[in-house]
């Protein structure tokens, strides 16, 4: 477990939003939650929670599905973020890892690199330095710096997304399911990575992960979705000691481990549900 780092300030705020798709669909039902400077808060829940969309709604990248956030708001430094593009948010320090380790395929490793720091105002021995940061977080990069991206590995991509945003010179990154499709190893090697990130270079995490298991070891705070609503939050290792917690999502209880079949009616029994 890791000793906070976090500080009193809040980077980021969002205060009770629904987002709604098409004009119709309601994904997001009140969800608040709030980010300190220096901390990995970890947003956590199963397929469909509504992890992916409270991201893109920080980001800004609703629009481009349809979405829109209707009641709430959004607020980074004390400034609301309505109204930015997502590239002025990023020149302002948030910039957002997307789900599925996206990538230019067509272009080197080195290239996707060099793409992140697109927004920035820098020379290129500042860019040349930041590159250099990147290369020693991960060596596997500088390795395949002249390979086409989309013909290396999953994890190996997922470094590029990683280091291709680390290249904007963030404050804080929103990562979303970094874990997804990766062998456990690889998991662990990536959530290494973004701790080493946090504490060394001082880059804030927001994380839609779930993986509830390594999310929390990694974390300092979490908030667990369901259907839309923030159901849970605390610090992290309290979360990991929660019995509904270690039932429902470590799939432990105090009699040991579940099964499948056992929990697979968990619905009907989670407490915040009833």
């Known amino acids: 477990m890791l000793d906070a780092q976090t500080t009193d300030e809040t980077l980021l705020e969002v205060s009770n939003i629904e987002v709604i798709y098409n004009h119709v669909i309601l994904v997001l039902k009140g969800v608040s939650l709030k980010v300190p400077k220096g901390g990995i808060t970890a947003l956590l829940g199963g397929n469909g929670a509504g992890k992916s969309t409270t991201l893109k709604s920080i980001s800004n990248l609703l629009l481009s599905e349809r979405g829109e956030i209707t009641k709430g708001s959004v607020q980074y430094r004390g400034d609301s973020v309505a109204g930015l593009s997502p590239a002025e948010l990023v020149r302002r320090g948030v910039i957002q890892v997307m789900e599925g380790r996206h990538c230019f395929g067509h272009l080197t ?3 996707n690199l060099l793409t992140g720091a697109y927004t ?3 020379s290129r021995s500042e860019i040349n330095q930041n590159m250099d940061l990147v290369y020693s977080y991960f060596p596997r990069l500088k390795e395949r710096r002249k390979s086409l991206a989309g013909y290396t590995s999953g994890g190996e991509q997922q470094m590029v997304a990683i280091g291709r945003a680390l290249m904007s010179k963030p404050e804080t990154v929103l990562l979303d399911e970094p874990s997804m499709g990766l062998a456990p190893q690889l998991v662990e090697e990536i959530f290494q990575i973004v701790q080493d990130l946090n504490e060394k ?36 290792k309290d979360l990991r000691e929660n019995p509904d917690v270690k039932e429902f999502y470590l799939g432990m209880s105090d009699e040991g481990r579940k099964s499948f079949r056992e929990v697979r009616s968990y619905r009907r029994r989670k407490r915040w549900l009833n």
């Not at 927001?206 to 509830?212: I, K, P």
């Open 201 to 236: 270079e001082g880059v804030t995490f927001l994380l839609a992960e779930q993986n509830t298991n390594v999310a929390l070891r990694y974390a300092h705070y979490g908030y667990i979705l369901e259907s839309g609503r923030v159901v849970m939050d605390g610090p992290a």
């Open 109 to 111: 490793v080195e290239e």
């Open 120 to 122: 920035r105002k820098a």
